[in-house]
């Protein structure tokens, strides 16, 4: 139990220094100030629930914002994690996975990358409904920790940081178009042969 607790208090300790704050005790600072946030399920309750929670950390989150986070894949799985006596499923794992990317201007991208949570709850074969409002209650929790997860990844990043990933995305994509373009010319340059005609005997 005390290896517990200096666990716990080991971490909290370790969270304050990186700026992050539990939570219930108040907003998270980030240091990028205006951000757009979208996702494929524009009114889903992952993105909408993140976008409170920015706002509440006082970014700006607007369309034609110099950066946008996309949630571009939200997944969840469930499996049998335990069973009981009579081989029935006790226990279910909750996964849920997001990935997301955050562009850029011309929308290029300037990074991706994954989040996963998991949980376990109890499924009572005799309540049913006391079983489903207890995955109900697991999926809500899932969902903040994924969340504060994606909170806590913003707030690693900062303007320069994000400036940088930028210009290495612009150079790309100015050598891409570049190749592009020379494959394009040596192409029309390439005299194009006529079909070999074959004598008749």
Known sequence: MIKRNLLVIGLAVMLSACGFQLRGTGATELSVKEMDVSARNAYGPTVLQLREVLERSGVN??????YRLVLTNEQERERSAT?????????????????YSILGLNNLELMSDKLEVRKVYVRDGSNITGSEQEAKRAREEMRRD??????????????????????????????????LEAARRQQAETPQQSPLEVPGN
């Open 61 to 66: 989150v607007h369309a034609g914002a110099p």
């Open 83 to 99: 069973y009981n006596s009579g081989n029935r499923t006790a226990e279910y794992e909750l996964t849920t996975k997001l990935d």
């Open 146 to 179: 994924l969340v504060n997860a994606m909170v806590v990844r913003l707030q690693m990043l900062s303007p320069p940081q994000l400036d940088e990933l930028q210009r290495k995305a612009d150079e790309r994509a100015q050598a891409e178009a570049a190749a």
